[in-house]
Structures are given as C-alpha cells and as structure tokens.
C-alpha cells in the first residue's frame, strides 16, 4: 500500500491543523492506521491510531483530548485533526499503515513521506 500524507503548516500555539494521509492500494482498506512524529534527533513517537473498520482508537497521552483521528474508508483516507496546538507539537508527522492497532513503530509496515507540522510560540 502507498501512503501519502499532506496538510502540515505552520500554525499559532493554541490553533488548530488538519492532516490527512491519501492510501492507495488493493487491500488499503484492512489495515489499520496510524500516525506518529518525529524530531530532528529524536525517535519516532506514536500520536495517534485507527482500526480498519473505524471502532477503535488508541491515543499517546501527550495529545489525549486535543488530537482526533478518523477515516473515510470510501475515500481512503485517514485524518489527524489538531486542535489546542502546542509548539512541542511541532515534528514531521508520519502516517503508517498495518495489521495491529498497536502504539509501537515496528509493527507498521507502510509509510508515508511525512507532512511538517510546526506551531509557532
């Protein structure tokens, strides 16, 4: 499957950005989907996760409330709605796609290129 994420910008802490991840491929609608970021030096987080089907959600604690994510499985698309913006928000974020609802990078198979979100102070 092939992921491609857009959306990113720059934001004011306290806004809000949406971004989305386009997926592409025969069997794009069973996987599950997730996002995670990245900083210059710094490992991989996970954000954010979805089920194939959309019933379950898994979510780092650090964006617990503030981050929403959601897919349109006809449109084969999953979004990661920011809202309440923080600057240590800022990274490249990631969408990944695989066959566990899983916080752990490793057991993601597919990646996108990455969209910068940055949230200025």
């Known amino acids: 499957v092939q992921l491609q994420a857009s959306g990113g910008g720059l934001v004011q802490a306290g806004g809000s950005l949406r971004v989305s991840c386009l997926a592409s491929?025969?069997?794009?609608?069973?996987?599950?989907m997730g996002w995670f970021r990245q900083t210059p030096g710094k490992e991989r987080e996970f954000v954010a996760a979805?089920?194939?089907?959309?019933?379950?959600?898994k979510y780092a604690d650090s964006v617990k409330g503030r981050f929403t994510i959601s897919r349109d499985n006809a449109k084969n698309t999953v979004y990661l709605e920011m809202h309440t913006l923080k600057p240590e928000d800022t990274a490249v974020y990631y969408c990944?796609?695989?066959?566990?609802?899983?916080?752990?990078?490793?057991?993601?198979?597919?990646w996108g290129q990455g969209t910068q979100v940055t949230v200025s102070s």
């Open positions: 979805i089920s194939w089907s959309g019933g379950s959600t």
């Open positions: 990944a796609a695989g066959p566990l609802l899983v916080d752990s990078v490793r057991d993601y198979g597919y």
């Open positions: 491929g025969r069997t794009s609608r069973r996987y599950n």
